[in-house]
């Protein structure tokens, strides 16, 4: 049979069927940037390949996903981080002035060329972990021309670099100065003006929303739902991360992809997501940065059968973080989760969550020939260590 690539003499964690899907003598085939075989030598077809590649030993997993960053963005903000460290907590500092309508303020003030500038060595922090799929939110403009200039960056960095990038308007991410006390004025504009604009010009592939007691209210996010589902765009939420406000709930009536962040969900929220087939997205960088001492409720996910994705939530003010690998160690250390939870939280739960699925995520025929080689002896290396990196090579669509 012929193959474009044949990587030969490896262990797989294929991340299909149950648990991480193991296999110990392994093949991986490819034609035309997508998987043709993955599974045991024993059962592969006798392939001609246009190249071969022996990996003696090596792991082979799924390209790595982070379904939930920030990546994009004007400026730092590190002096906020110093008030942290004096007591200042994320909340005060957001309502003086601080937090997201800081960034705002850098953002708009760049160009798409600066701002891709500065995002490219985020990304490739990324890449060079195992990374081959971003999501990346916009949310720092507050206004359409900023907001649209981010998601056409974002987009160029798909370009500029083997990586594959979906996009999330995240319009309702703050109020912006122009709507001081009017929060139901800008989300008008949200979703009368700047959604059906960015959903013309095809600059995103999903729209999130933050529901919060310093974001928006529950009517206020439903509003935006609408507009989304009313433009064909997909719904991702940033729920109960300061306290709950029920948004799990709400995005699971709405089907959405993910909620995110998750520290206040109750029963009633997981219940909710649980039957929408809705991902729970934990983002352990941000938990660790802000200090935060309430733990998400992993036991009640499990039992809800909830999948978990795991991401960076790269990001100026709370999590500042482009290490997919330190998210795993975290997942695990912070919020307890097992080597199979996390991995499967970067991989095979993470493409759902961004609607990818049936494209990528697991090492099955017909996905997309995104791999992850690494120089370990078990998987669990991926989740254990701290500040290493044990990738052998990255292939993303077959190269």
């Known amino acids: 049979m012929r193959c474009d690539r044949l990587w030969t003499e490896a262990r797989l964690a294929t991340m299909a069927g149950a648990g991480l899907g193991i296999v110990e003598d392994g093949v991986v085939a490819a034609l035309g940037g997508h998987i043709l075989y993955a599974g045991p030598a024993a059962d592969a077809p006798a392939f001609d390949a246009a190249v071969a590649t022996r ?6 997993t799924p390209g790595l996903i982070d379904c939930h960053t920030h990546l ?27 937090g997201i309508v800081s960034t705002m303020r850098a953002t708009r003030v760049a160009s798409e060329d600066a701002l891709v500038a500065s995002a490219l060595p985020r990304l490739d922090a990324l890449i060079a972990e195992g990374v081959t799929t971003v999501e990346i939110k ?42 001081a006390g009017d929060p139901d004025g800008y989300i008008a504009a949200v979703c009368d003006t700047m959604l059906p604009a960015v959903a013309e010009r095809g600059l995103a592939d999903a729209v999130d929303a933050f529901c919060e007691g310093i974001g928006f209210t529950l009517a206020q996010t439903e509003r935006v739902f609408a507009a989304a589902k009313a433009h064909g765009l997909a719904i991702k939420l940033h ?32 219940a909710a997501i649980a039957r929408s087939g809705t991902v729970a997205t934990l983002l352990p960088g941000a938990f660790y940065f802000v200090r935060e001492t309430r733990l998400p409720p992993i036991d009640l996910l499990r039992r809800a059968q909830v999948p978990i994705a795991l991401a960076t939530d790269c990001n100026p003010g709370t999590a500042p973080l482009s290490s997919i690998l330190l998210v795993l160690n975290m997942g695990a250390t912070l919020f307890r989760l097992t080597v199979e939870e996390c991995l499967l939280g970067v991989t095979r739960h993470a493409a759902r969550a961004l609607g990818l699925g049936g494209e990528i995520g697991t090492l099955e025929p017909g996905k997309a020939c995104d791999l992850a080689i690494w120089d370990i002896e078990r998987p669990a290396e991926l989740v254990y260590r701290m500040g290493f990196n044990p990738l052998h090579a990255r292939i993303w669509r077959g190269r």
């Open 138 to 179: 916009s949310g720092y403009g507050l206004e359409l021309d900023t907001e649209c200039r981010m998601l056409a960056a974002a987009r160029r960095l798909g370009d500029e670099r083997p990586i594959r990038v979906s996009t999330t308007f995240l319009g309702a991410h703050a109020l912006p100065p122009e709507f």
């Open 55 to 60: 990996c003696d030993g090596r792991w082979i």
């Open 239 to 270: 729920a109960e991360q300061l306290s709950n406000q029920h948004g799990a709930a709400l995005a699971a009536r709405y089907g959405a992809l993910s909620v995110d962040h998750l520290e206040h969900v109750d029963p009633a929220g997981i």
């Open 72 to 98: 994009v963005h004007g400026g730092d903000r590190a002096h906020e981080f110093e008030l942290r460290l004096q007591g200042a907590s994320y909340e005060e500092i957001a309502r003086a002035g601080g």
